[in-house]
């Protein structure tokens, strides 16, 4: 996308007051030093190459893309994790790159994150009270003891779990009960718009209807929004209300649910739906699949213009050559191909 | 292979018993299990974490570890000649050259330290007997058969300079590399992205297609399995709770387990659903299994019985082919939805 077009499109949806988070051309490079006694900055990781986009409040945005697509380091600049190389991250009008880190991990309380594993994101050492408990300490938003238990008792039973197993430690609980109290962690400090990475990716499949179900309750609940980042394209159906497709870096596509699983434009976007398994035999053997040959390639060392034309089974002279431009198809609906 | 059929088992298992010794109890992983491989088919093993469709091949691999895991009872021929009472060195002999096994994480099962090649050619020397000129050029053609671009000439590079497909293409030719009669892939794509997914789905298809290799696919995730495989055996705490041709399972499904595994995942084809309609509950814990069926607590159709006794594993009424272990028929409840349909 150019400097001018996402000028535009920010523009476009700053008047627009349901606005909840706005990027605009977000860069997140990560540097490859030398090896050797002087380290010299050889290289770029171009983890997010200039991405713009938004979210309203209330609704749920899926970003989807293979691994090393860039998705999870989305998640995690919004989060202001990293240091982001270049761009604005918006937040209820405040652009969260600029703030000093104190008034950030205040700003923290707003928006939380839920992480894909529940065996590694919770400490071991911790009763799931106390992790739990943990963000309602730090934010001060107990007026005391008593207040603290209830708070914490009450999250346990809003995501499903019973008050008593606030003093069990995480290696006591199944896969699908320790995402709930990631899920519950979150919810402690009521924020706004909750990051979720993957969050049932590693669960089993009959446990992952369960979660999806209850963070769809919550969110009518709390009034909350989402960015869900997935590889599961069916998953990201059924939660999104607009979905973003990334690929190496950028977002190809963006679109309303309906429109993108209806009237996918990009090549990788239709390549990627075709690959996503059916549980049916019959519908499974008359699909037709694209089959993508090659791996993604590095990062490091992008393909020129659309980086997707190493693959891509319709590319074309001009694709290997120009950037495509990020364009508005109408009704919501963005494409960055030069062959739509 | 001319006189063979594909009536002729590859593979028998019979009441598989395999159990794991632990300082908190005794934990049943493979409780009773039988099931068959017929010379060129492809077998899809689903079921969750701690079914026991893992444990179920390691122990055919003789791979379980001791002195913790024990095999206690059944029988499991190849060919023929039960693997599970053959000696160490006739297993180090079958193991590679008749039966093989590539794993999901294509990073750990290989050795960082040894080169493709080296790995590749190991299993031709020792079982087939070939010079280290003859293997190399034996590894050249399975990588490039199995779709590594200049395959030859990366004989030479280490595990890490192949990316995460390549590496489960790399596992999949040293799997094939002596013409195995039986593969076995152990949610060989769960670790690899939906494209890629794909490509290593299509691959092992087109081999089984072409050098007649049969093969077991375990996976978690019936979608995987639906496009290729021809029979499916459903795995519920140690136990085959159901069995058929695919298209009976994926159609016509008679075990509320299998029912709630395809019903709790969305579907890209069918109209987005407000709700999932999720399995209840938590997977089994199998040192503390219920009495009776083990599915009975998550169970929707569970009946007084379920308690009591474990359903035998029977022919469904109306059909030749497909058995499931329930007391209920599902087809004569009120309410009750035949899988995703």
Not at chain 1, 50 to 69: A, H, Y
Not at chain 1, 89 to 105: C, H, N, Q, W, Y
């Amino acid at each position: 996308m150019t400097q001018a077009d996402s000028a535009v499109a920010a523009e476009a949806v700053n008047v627009d007051d349901d606005t909840l988070l706005q990027v605009n051309n977000l860069k997140m490079y990560f540097p490859v030093n030398s090896r050797g006694i002087i380290p010299r900055h050889v290289a770029d990781v171009k983890a997010v190459d200039d991405i713009s986009f938004f979210v309203r409040k209330g609704e749920t945005l899926g970003v989807v893309g293979e691994s090393g697509c860039g998705k999870t380091t989305v998640g995690r600049c919004i989060m202001q994790v990293y240091d982001i190389t270049e761009g604005e991250v918006i937040f209820e009008g405040t652009d969260l790159a600029k703030l000093s880190p104190g008034r950030m991990r205040r700003m923290r309380r707003r928006l939380q994150m839920i992480f894909q594993d529940p065996y590694s994101s919770l400490n071991p050492r911790m009763t799931a009270g106390s992790i739990i408990g943990e963000p309602i300490r730090i934010h001060n938003m107990a007026s005391g003891r008593g207040d603290y238990v209830d708070q914490v008792e009450e999250l346990l039973r809003v995501v499903g779990l019973n008050p008593y197993m606030r003093d069990r430690y995480p290696h006591e609980f199944s896969g699908g009960q320790r995402q709930r109290i990631g899920i519950a962690r979150a919810l402690a400090v009521r924020p706004s718009l909750i990051i979720c990475d993957e969050p049932v990716s590693a669960l089993d499949v009959s446990i992952q209807a369960q979660v999806i179900n209850l963070l769809e309750e919550l969110q009518e609940q709390f009034d909350l929004t989402y960015i869900f980042i997935a590889h599961d394209l069916s998953v990201v159906r059924h939660i999104s209300d607009r979905v973003a497709v990334m690929y190496l870096g950028k977002i190809v596509e963006i679109a309303t649910r309906e429109e993108l699983y209806e009237n996918p434009l990009h090549p990788y976007t239709r390549a990627l739906m075709s690959a996503v398994p059916i549980p049916d035999p019959t519908v499974e053997r008359q699909r037709e699949r694209i089959v993508l040959t090659g791996d993604v390639p590095s990062p490091i060392r992008p393909p020129s213009g659309c980086r997707f034309h190493t693959r891509c089974p319709i590319a074309i002279d001009i694709c290997n050559q120009e950037d495509p431009e990020f364009r508005d198809m109408g009704g919501d609906h963005w494409v960055a191909c030069h062959r739509v | 292979m001319a006189t063979e059929t594909s009536q002729t088992k590859v593979l028998e298992i019979k009441d598989l018993v395999t159990r794991f010794y632990t300082t908190d109890g005794i934990v049943k992983a493979v409780d009773g299990v039988s099931y068959d491989v017929h010379a060129g088919e492809i077998v899809g093993v689903v079921g969750e974490s701690g079914s026991g469709k893992s444990v179920t091949a390691l122990s055919v691999m003789r791979l379980i570890p001791p002195p913790g895991g024990r095999i206690e009872a059944g029988e499991a021929l190849l060919d023929g000649e039960d693997m599970l009472k053959m000696s160490e060195e006739r297993v180090l002999e079958v193991r590679g050259a008749k039966i093989a096994m590539i794993f999901q994480e294509p990073m750990t099962s290989l050795n960082p330290v040894l080169t493709i090649g080296r790995q590749l050619t190991e299993a031709l020397e020792t079982h087939l007997g070939m010079s280290r000129e003859q293997a190399s050029n034996r590894a050249g053609d399975l990588l490039e058969m199995v779709g590594i671009p200049d395959g030859r000439n990366r004989l030479s590079d280490y595990p890490h300079q192949f990316s995460g497909g390549m590496r489960q293409r790399v596992m999949i030719a040293m799997g094939l590399s002596c013409e195995p009669r039986l593969l076995i892939a152990d949610e060989p794509t769960t670790a690899l992205d939906v494209t890629i997914q794909a490509q290593i789905l299509e691959l092992m298809q087109r081999l089984n297609e072409e050098l007649g290799t049969a093969v077991i696919i375990i996976t978690h995730n019936l979608g995987v399995v639906a496009r290729y495989a021809h029979w499916i055996n459903v795995m519920y705490a140690g136990k085959i709770v159901e069995s058929g041709p695919a298209e009976k399972i994926f159609k016509d499904p008679r075990h509320p387990y299998t029912i709630g595994l395809l019903s709790s995942v969305p579907r890209l084809d069918e109209p987005r659903r407000a709700k999932l309609d999720p399995i209840e509950g938590m997977p089994p814990d199998l040192m503390n299994l219920p009495g009776g069926c083990s599915f009975r607590p998550r169970c929707p159709f569970a009946i007084d019985r379920c308690a009591e006794e474990y359903p035998p594993f029977e022919l469904v009424d109306g059909t030749t082919d497909q058995h499931k272990a329930c007391w209920v028929d599902v087809t004569q409840v009120s309410g009750a939805h035949a899988g995703s349909n």
